[in-house]
Structure formats: C-alpha cells, structure tokens
C-alpha cells in the first residue's frame, strides 16, 4: 500500500508563492508517473502538472512558466512550486502516482488565493 501525505496548501494573496509537498511512503523510483491534479468547487479535477520517471513534464496551459513539478528520489518526495498565484488557481491540489497501470491518491490539500 501507498501512503501519500500532502502538506503547504494555504491562504496566499494574489500574486504570492506556495510550495506543496507530497511524501510517499514507499520509494518513488518505482513511480512511472507522478502529478498533481486540482478540483475547485463545482468543477472536475484538472491536470495541473506531471512528471515521469525520466524527468518529462508537462504543464496545464493555465499554469505554464508560473508552476515547476518536480521529484526529489532521495527524499521520496514530488513538488509543485507555484509562483504569481491568482485567484483561479484556488482548488484543492491532489498528489497522484501511478505504478504501472495502478494510481494512487492523496487526501488533498486546499490552496485558497485571495484578490
């Protein structure tokens, strides 16, 4: 079983910075995927950003050159920097990995952007 602990969610003022971490129980080299998603009330989860075990990214339009993914294998531990905040990014950001052709999810962590 995969454990995933979501942490650095928060209230942040349009135009602020927020850096969400997500710790795996288990060694995160085994991950052939790893993202973040986004739900904001009344609407469906959303791609916010992944990275696969080769380093590939890719970003949602709405986040690109604003938020960086990334994976930290010594520390089991995936990233999402988010720079210039606005308040459509407020949702609750979910850790996703993915094991061969099994997923795994976070509990959520909320990020509210205030104007």
């Known amino acids: 079983q995969v454990r995933l602990d979501e942490s650095g969610g928060g209230l942040v003022q349009a135009g602020g910075s927020l850096r969400l971490s997500c710790a795996a129980s288990?060694?995160?080299?085994?991950?052939?995927?790893m993202a973040w998603y986004r739900q904001a009330p009344g609407k469906q989860r959303e791609l916010v950003a992944a990275?696969?075990?080769?380093?590939?990214?890719n970003y949602a339009d709405s986040v690109k050159g604003r938020f960086t993914i990334s994976r930290d294998n010594a520390k089991n531990t995936l990233y999402l920097q988010m720079d210039s905040l606005k308040p459509e990014d407020t949702a609750v950001y979910y850790c996703?990995?993915?094991?061969?052709?099994?997923?795994?999810w976070g509990q959520g962590t909320q990020v509210t952007v205030s104007s």
């Open positions: 996703y990995v993915q094991r061969v052709v099994i997923g795994y």
């Open positions: 288990v060694d995160i080299g085994s991950f052939s995927r």
């Open positions: 990275v696969d075990g080769g380093a590939s990214t």
